[in-house]
């Protein structure tokens, strides 16, 4: 079974600041990598696939970086929206399987 | 617009099966391109991928909940439903309901249902 390691586990950053969140995989899980945005009291919102791909309707300021084990996600100027918890998952082909790293909290 | 709806009993009591299932409008379920999943997230913590499904009814499951799971779809009704048998305090969660997008890479999931809490109390 692969894990996902995220750090740090809460990020204390000021509005217009960049903050920049880690993903670590136990095995290579090639670009099959995730990232999502989760806010209290609604469901989750898929910000990149593919590593680096941003999904629809994503801003620019969010950009997804790596391959193999290390990954990163980007958010070059925190705005006031931006403060969540950030999940990684990972996808293993055969069998399907999806996996979630801990989660990071962006503060201010 | 494609939407996901969760609906089901809120209060489980323990040992008994929970049970949910999630409505989807404004689009089929029976696109080969989609799979359906459920995702939860109990109090304070992290979200756990449950299983997933595809309309033609091959399923996945999450292999630390294999024993507990089951995932159905009801191609008529539009719906796919989530049983997890033998529950403790432990599964008590907020349970989401999401469409997988098997044409994108990782298969992500890109549309959530809104989530419904689920607590398993005698």
């Known amino acids: 079974e692969i894990v996902m390691t995220q750090s740090p586990a809460t990020l204390s950053v000021s509005p217009g600041e960049r903050a920049t969140l880690y993903c670590r995989a136990s095995?290579?899980?090639?670009?099959?990598l995730a990232w999502y945005q989760h806010k209290p009291g609604q469901p989750p919102r898929l910000l990149i696939y593919?590593?680096?791909t941003r999904a629809t309707g994503i801003p620019p300021r969010f950009s997804g970086s790596g391959s193999g084990t290390e990954f990163t996600l980007t958010i070059s100027s925190l705005q006031s929206e931006d403060f969540a918890v950030y999940y990684c998952?990972?996808?293993?082909?055969?069998?399907?399987?999806?996996?979630f790293g801990q989660g990071t909290k962006v503060e201010i | 617009q494609l939407q996901l709806q969760e609906s089901g009993p809120g209060l489980v009591k323990p040992s008994e099966t929970l049970s949910l299932t999630c409505t989807v409008s404004?689009?089929?379920?029976?696109?080969?391109?989609?799979?359906w999943g459920w995702v939860r997230q109990p109090p304070g913590k992290g979200l756990e991928w449950i299983g997933t499904i595809h309309y033609s009814g091959n399923t996945y499951y999450n292999p630390s909940l294999k024993s507990r799971v089951t995932i159905s779809v009801d191609t008529s009704k539009n719906q796919f439903s989530l049983k997890l048998s033998s529950v403790t305090a432990a599964d008590t969660a907020v349970y989401y309901c999401a469409r997988h997008d098997f044409g994108l890479a990782a298969a992500p999931l890109d549309i959530w249902g809104q989530g419904t809490l689920v607590t398993v109390s005698a």
């Open positions: 095995e290579s899980v090639t670009s099959s």
């Open positions: 404004g689009g089929s379920i029976s696109s080969s391109d989609y799979y």
């Open positions: 998952q990972q996808y293993n082909n055969w069998p399907p399987t999806w996996t």
């Open positions: 593919g590593a680096f």
